[in-house]
């Protein structure tokens, strides 16, 4: 079991070294686009920032976990594939779970990371318009 856990730590580290580095740039990057979309959207429609209400609000806790799913679920997709094309180009294998906690990392946390401050940060200009 420890040689599992050493090689998944190992091989998280070796991904910002390689072919397709560009991953680690473009997925947050198409993350925090949706994200700042939704964010204002949220802001129009006046809803609580997005982080604090998933945890929160337990009524309402699956429908915003569901819309921030299906906001990154492309996205998501994408760092999967991206990332087992990686695995097999260097490792010559397919890690499923290195594969979801990296797609995870690089798709879902930034989304979840800066919907909320946009919101509040352009409420204040969705207030004066």
Do not use: C
């Not at 050493?6 to 686009?33: C, K, V, Y």
Request: net charge positive; hydrophobic share 50%; glycine share 4%.
């Amino acid at each position: 079991m420890d040689e599992i856990f050493s090689r998944f730590w190992e091989n998280l580290a070796d991904r910002i070294h390689g072919p397709l580095t560009f991953r680690l740039i473009l997925q947050p990057i198409m993350a925090l686009s949706f994200a700042i979309r939704d964010g204002y959207r949220d802001a129009r429609a006046r809803r609580p920032p997005y982080f604090w209400a998933v945890f929160t609000d337990p009524g309402h806790r699956r429908s915003l976990l569901a819309e921030g799913w299906k906001a990154v679920a492309r996205v998501y997709v994408f760092a999967l594939i991206i990332d087992g094309v990686y695995q097999v180009i260097v490792f010559r294998w397919f890690y499923p779970i290195e594969a979801l906690v990296v797609a995870f990392l690089l798709a879902f946390v930034p989304y979840l990371l800066i919907r909320g401050p946009v919101n509040r940060s352009l409420r204040r200009y969705v207030r004066e318009r």
